[in-house]
């Protein structure tokens, strides 16, 4: 059983740290892509504050295709390039935006997000997918959540098969 403890996030930092602990814990000794993103996405939404989706876009097929989430139902397909997911994967590099409005090409699934940020899964140099987490507050996500994400994205990756 696990127990699911969220961390106070006015020390962020330290917050992530506890985060990670408990992601360890929730996926030790499970190697399922499906069963493993939806714990963690889980984890996500009943943690991190002011989030309004929290989830995972999966490869296949040569496009994003929509995985294990929390929130309002989501784009199903997305094409690599195309709006912050497609970016992040099509570089693997993270994208964080502190205003979606302004990014170029944003695909707007949930009219109420404002911010968003998104962690490529990479693993052994192949791309898996993304973590996506949108928020409808501005300037919601910064570069301590993007080390903290980036870390448990890292702790997900390394379960997988």
């Given at each position: 059983?696990?127990?699911?403890?969220?961390?106070?996030?006015?020390?962020?930092?330290?917050?992530?740290?506890?985060?990670?602990?408990?992601?360890?814990?929730?996926?030790?000794?499970?190697?399922?892509?499906?069963?493993?993103?939806?714990?963690?996405?889980?984890?996500?939404?009943?943690?991190?504050?002011?989030?309004?989706?929290?989830?995972?876009?999966?490869?296949?097929?040569?496009?994003?295709?929509?995985?294990?989430?929390?929130?309002k139902p989501a784009c199903v397909r997305i094409q690599l390039?195309?709006?912050?997911?497609?970016?992040?994967?099509?570089?693997?590099?993270?994208?964080?935006?502190?205003?979606?409005?302004?990014?170029?090409g944003h695909i707007a699934c949930d009219?109420?997000?404002?911010?968003?940020?998104?962690?490529?899964?990479?693993?052994?140099?192949?791309?898996?997918?993304?973590?996506?987490?949108?928020?409808?507050?501005?300037?919601?996500?910064?570069?301590?959540?993007?080390?903290?994400?980036?870390?448990?994205?890292?702790?997900?990756?390394?379960?997988?098969?």
């Amino acid at each position: 059983m696990f127990d699911l403890k969220p961390p106070d996030f006015a020390g962020n930092a330290e917050a992530y740290g506890a985060l990670e602990s408990q992601l360890r814990a929730l996926l030790h000794g499970e190697r399922d892509f499906i069963a493993n993103c939806a714990n963690t996405a889980a984890l996500l939404w009943h943690s991190l504050p002011d989030l309004n989706w929290a989830g995972f876009y999966r490869l296949a097929d040569g496009q994003l295709v929509l995985g294990p989430f929390q929130g309002k139902p989501a784009c199903v397909r997305i094409q690599l390039g195309k709006g912050v997911c497609g970016t992040a994967a099509a570089t693997r590099k993270t994208v964080l935006v502190p205003d979606v409005h302004k990014f170029p090409g944003h695909i707007a699934c949930d009219v109420a997000s404002k911010s968003e940020i998104v962690v490529p899964l990479v693993k052994n140099g192949r791309l898996l997918g993304v973590l996506d987490l949108d928020s409808p507050k501005l300037n919601r996500f910064d570069a301590t959540d993007q080390a903290g994400l980036e870390k448990l994205a890292a702790v997900l990756v390394a379960t997988l098969e």
